[in-house]
């Protein structure tokens, strides 16, 4: 079975089993007598059918021995229920909100954040709720799946019993992208999480706040930094260009994506809605503050949060590189992660290695394309096989990432 780190959910699985177990006890003891009778009053052996009229004892058997075991099983269930619902006084309260198509967790102190965070060892209540519609909330580790309906608020609880990275899934199909409105449980010691909680978004990696807020509500869900049409019009480049917009009566006319345009494509999109898209976007009016809506439009606009131009070139594929993760593991500053650092990549001479084999080979365009899409085939040495295959971009998208690497790269 899945890995099990939530002691509330030991009950489901023990009632998952004893229900799993009496089914297949059943099963063949049922498919064992139908072949007894089978061979036991067939025509050849039997030919004359007995005639019974009533069977006191037979009768009380067959009522009450089923009655018993659907209450043992009812049981079962129940009890594992009341352990998942029984949500312990005190527990630190977190708000889940589902949307099309990612998640997003608010803490008691206000801090938002697209990844569950969590302190192990600790009860913590989520406070369930929907903006768009169906979605549910799966921890399968935890045994936890809860419906999140459109206007309604419910809660669930959970606790960690293991420090580590768990899967998140959304278990209601909600539309185009229900496949993708994946996150991950990060269950941290209690200092660790402490730290996490009173740390800023600047703390956490000197991002710009834009592009955090960005990803942190999803935006990039639909659409792209690279220039490719994903359900939603490309973002990079957007400030100045000229756009086609169908207005809600149908007319169409032709604007340039200054901040106004922006703002209200963030707060209300259908209002405005670019020629040849649907209007699937939700309205951020009222999730997005205000301010944050700016800062998200100065970041589009190549502006940092108060409005000054930014000190830095936004390459697209820089964003794509942090949409994608890249930076997890690869420094832009020539430190050493888990992985070579983008710096001076481009150009430099490098030993890579597979299987006992060595070759030395300068980081040209086609070797780090294929370190992109195949890069369990070549692992630079002193490095752990770690990097899983980005064999699922687009083209453009692998393009955008080279074209970064090489922006960061050396001389040559
Ligand atoms: Cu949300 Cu599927």
Same mark, same amino acid.
């Given at each position: 079975?899945?890995?099990?780190?939530?002691?509330?959910?030991?009950?489901?699985?023990?009632?998952?089993?004893?229900?799993?177990?009496?089914?297949?006890?059943?099963?063949?003891?049922?498919?064992?007598?139908?072949?007894?009778?089978?061979?036991?009053?067939?025509?050849?052996?039997? +030919?004359?059918?007995?005639?019974?009229?009533?069977?006191?004892?037979?009768?009380?058997?067959?009522?009450?021995?089923?009655?018993?075991?659907?209450?043992?099983?009812?049981?079962?269930?129940?009890?594992?229920?009341?352990?998942?619902?029984?949500?312990?006084? /005190?527990?630190?309260?977190?708000? *889940?909100? /589902?949307?099309?198509?990612?998640?997003?967790?608010?803490?008691?102190?206000?801090?938002?954040?697209?990844?569950?965070?969590?302190?192990?060892?600790?009860?913590?209540?989520?406070?369930?709720?929907?903006?768009? *519609?169906?979605?549910?909330?799966?921890?399968?580790?935890?045994?936890?799946?809860?419906?999140?309906? +459109?206007?309604?608020?419910? $809660?669930?609880?959970?606790?960690?019993?293991?420090?580590?990275?768990?899967?998140?899934?959304?278990?209601?199909?909600?539309?185009?992208?229900?496949?993708?409105?994946?996150?991950?449980?990060?269950?941290?010691?209690?200092?660790?999480?402490?730290?996490?909680?009173?740390?800023?978004?600047?703390?956490?990696?000197?991002?710009?706040? /834009?592009? =955090?807020?960005?990803?942190?509500?999803?935006?990039?869900?639909?659409?792209?930094?690279? /220039?490719?049409?994903?359900?939603? @019009? +490309?973002?990079?480049?957007?400030?100045?260009?000229?756009?086609?917009?169908?207005? @809600?009566?149908?007319?169409?006319?032709?604007?340039?994506?200054?901040?106004?345009?922006?703002?209200?494509?963030?707060?209300?999109?259908? =209002?405005?809605? *670019?020629?040849?898209?649907?209007?699937?976007?939700?309205?951020?009016?009222?999730?997005?503050?205000?301010?944050?809506?700016?800062?998200?439009?100065?970041?589009?606009?190549?502006?940092?949060?108060?409005?000054?131009?930014?000190?830095? @070139?936004?390459? +697209?594929?820089?964003?794509?590189?942090?949409? &994608?993760?890249?930076?997890?593991?690869?420094?832009?500053?020539?430190?050493?992660?888990?992985?070579?650092?983008?710096?001076?990549?481009?150009?430099?001479?490098?030993?890579?290695?597979?299987?006992?084999? &060595?070759?030395?080979?300068?980081?040209?365009? $086609?070797?780090?394309?294929?370190?992109?899409?195949?890069?369990?085939?070549?692992?630079?040495?002193?490095?752990?096989?770690?990097?899983?295959?980005?064999?699922?971009?687009? &083209?453009?998208?692998?393009?955008?990432?080279?074209?970064?690497?090489?922006?960061?790269?050396?001389?040559?």
């Amino acid at each position: 079975m899945y890995p099990q780190i939530f002691s509330a959910a030991k009950e489901v699985d023990q009632a998952f089993l004893i229900i799993l177990g009496f089914s297949v006890f059943i099963l063949v003891a049922v498919t064992v007598a139908m072949l007894w009778f089978l061979w036991r009053y067939n025509y050849k052996r039997n +030919p004359k059918a007995a005639d019974i009229t009533g069977n006191f004892w037979a009768e009380v058997v067959w009522t009450v021995l089923p009655t018993i075991i659907v209450l043992g099983l009812f049981w079962t269930g129940w009890t594992s229920f009341k352990a998942m619902r029984t949500i312990p006084d /005190g527990a630190m309260l977190v708000q *889940v909100e /589902g949307r099309m198509w990612s998640w997003k967790f608010t803490y008691e102190n206000g801090k938002t954040s697209s990844e569950l965070f969590a302190p192990v060892d600790t009860p913590i209540k989520l406070a369930l709720s929907s903006r768009d *519609v169906i979605h549910s909330f799966y921890i399968p580790a935890m045994r936890v799946k809860w419906d999140l309906v +459109p206007g309604m608020d419910t $809660d669930a609880w959970i606790q960690s019993d293991t420090v580590g990275e768990f899967d998140i899934f959304c278990a209601e199909y909600c539309g185009l992208k229900h496949a993708d409105m994946i996150t991950k449980l990060k269950v941290m010691t209690n200092d660790d999480f402490q730290q996490w909680l009173e740390g800023t978004p600047e703390e956490e990696g000197g991002e710009s706040r /834009g592009l =955090a807020l960005m990803e942190e509500f999803g935006c990039f869900d639909c659409h792209t930094m690279d /220039g490719t049409d994903d359900i939603a @019009p +490309p973002l990079n480049g957007i400030a100045g260009k000229e756009r086609l917009i169908i207005l @809600p009566d149908g007319t169409k006319r032709t604007i340039k994506a200054d901040a106004n345009y922006l703002k209200t494509s963030i707060m209300d999109p259908g =209002a405005e809605l *670019v020629d040849g898209f649907d209007d699937e976007m939700p309205p951020y009016e009222g999730d997005l503050s205000d301010e944050d809506a700016d800062v998200v439009v100065n970041y589009l606009l190549g502006k940092d949060e108060t409005g000054k131009p930014l000190t830095f @070139p936004i390459h +697209p594929g820089g964003q794509l590189a942090k949409v &994608e993760g890249c930076f997890k593991c690869h420094s832009i500053d020539g430190s050493s992660g888990n992985g070579p650092s983008f710096k001076g990549l481009y150009g430099s001479t490098i030993t890579v290695r597979k299987a006992g084999k &060595e070759k030395t080979v300068t980081a040209d365009e $086609d070797y780090i394309l294929e370190s992109i899409t195949q890069s369990s085939k070549w692992i630079a040495d002193g490095y752990a096989n770690s990097m899983p295959n980005y064999d699922d971009l687009s &083209e453009e998208s692998v393009e955008s990432l080279l074209s970064y690497i090489k922006s960061l790269g050396g001389e040559k």
